[in-house]
């Protein structure tokens, strides 16, 4: 008997049960493709430069004296 876990749109995660031969042939992935450290920096340059930049457009359009 082989037990195998399916996950559908709507979330929900069901075990189906499936005896002898009618099992089905998938082939297992390890995973997300990984990314390079080159990339991985660079997003986290990019979101430092928007997170700076978010924050500055928070303080002008907070003062205003007049």
Not at 9 to 30: F, I, M, P, Q, Y
Not at 38 to 49: T, V, Y
């Amino acid at each position: 008997m082989q037990l195998t876990y399916t996950c559908g749109e709507d979330g929900s995660v069901r075990a189906w049960k499936l005896s002898g031969e009618e099992g089905l042939d998938v082939e297992e992935e390890t995973g997300p493709a990984k990314k390079s450290k080159g990339k991985i920096l660079a997003e986290k340059r990019r979101d430092k430069k928007e997170k700076k930049k978010r924050s500055e457009d928070k303080a002008k359009a907070r003062f205003k004296p007049y």
